[in-house]
């Protein structure tokens, strides 16, 4: 069995100058690409919902500032919406070991005890990359019978991550790290059947809240059992799908940081389920080979990844979000209209004509080439109606480590979130400002950055 003690000793007692400056820039980039979805998400179907459930709508004050507007809450208020609108669109970052998406979770659990814990740009980095390893390793250790079981990995690793990151931040001492963590073991949930509606993103800002209560919760005196992850009733043994963890996982934390892992963690290319970006991008290139004839395609074959079949619930979506979560439509918007964005996924889009008659010629069954792929590999294949073939395989996606974003990439990504959001004149500096976290003395500059917004999108 683990000491879980060695996990304490590693998130409190890790010097920020032993983090590796490409763990650090990556870490940046990566909260750069989650305020990123923040912004957008918080014009999003989502957002209003929650402001109104929270009783925040209208101006209700608080020491945590709620992202892409000028409210504020208290911490674990405001962690649970930012959560959610961060993850309301999947555009967001995803970590194959965990099969979750992290900074969904982490940025808006640390954003919200920033002021409390009076951290510096640099404290963040630092609990960050704590929590994305907790994420990874709790992956490593349970999966991939923990996601297969139907859990949502975002919501029941992301409690547990965002409460060592938390713990870190607000620089408990080992005992309480420890019942943080039991509490937010106890905290964990989040069922896969719910992908495809609101609470699929619900789930982000749940554990982004858990992970804040139970850190200040200890940091109180709460205590909670040191043996929740391993006891016979523990968080490992209780989520695991019938399969027993694999404790060797846990015998050495940051050994590699999980952030300079090859899978350890991704952006996102396009505002969908991971599992249908190799596809999306097999379709991109495809179209330009047979120079746009969309028109032309008898039919078309998705090729995947065994584990793709499992997020991938629906064909004909009814709505947006549904959308997402199903590769026909994402294939076939590709397809369609030459590019996968933020519109493709508006509920009128579901109904053009020409996408849903592609949907219908599509067909997904798992491809040998990638059936074992943990990246969600893709083989795309058409014939076309004078019957010839063309066919594009893509086993890894861009935004992963050895196809990370270009800062031109992700600038470019950014805008697109905040348009609409943020005065035209202050995405660059927002941007800018969200790039130099590392080098903050406070949060304050950033989210003064962050809280500046066009009239209208106040209304």
Known sequence: MPRWSDLASFALDLADADIPEEARRKAVDAITDGLACALAGSVSEVARPVLRALGIEGGAGGAARLLGSDLQAAPADAALYNGTITHALDYDDVTHPAFSHPTTVLMPALFALADQAKASGRDIVGAYVVGLDVFGKLGRALNTAHYRAGWHATSTFGSIAAAVAAARLLRLNREQLMSAVGMA????????????????????GYAARNGVLAAKLAREGFTASEEALTHKFGFANVFSG??????????????????????GIGLKPFPSCAATHTAIEAALLLREEIGGAVDRIASIRAGVAEMSLEPLIHVRPHSGLEGKFSMHYCVASALVDGTVDLATFDDARVKNPKVIDLIGRTAMAVDERVRHSSEFGSVLAFTMADGRTHEKLVPLAMGKPHRWFSKERLRQKFGDCANGVLPAERIDAAFQAAQDLDRLPSLDPLLRELSMRRAAAAE
């Not at 896969?192 to 982000?204: C, D, E, Q």
């Not at 019938?242 to 846990?250: C, N």
């Open 185 to 204: 073991a106890s905290a964990s949930s989040g069922l896969r059947a719910n992908f495809g509606t609101m609470t699929k993103p619900l789930h982000a």
């Open 242 to 263: 019938g399969t027993p963890a694999k404790w060797s996982e846990f015998a050495k934390w940051g050994e590699p940081f999980e952030i300079l892992s090859e899978f």
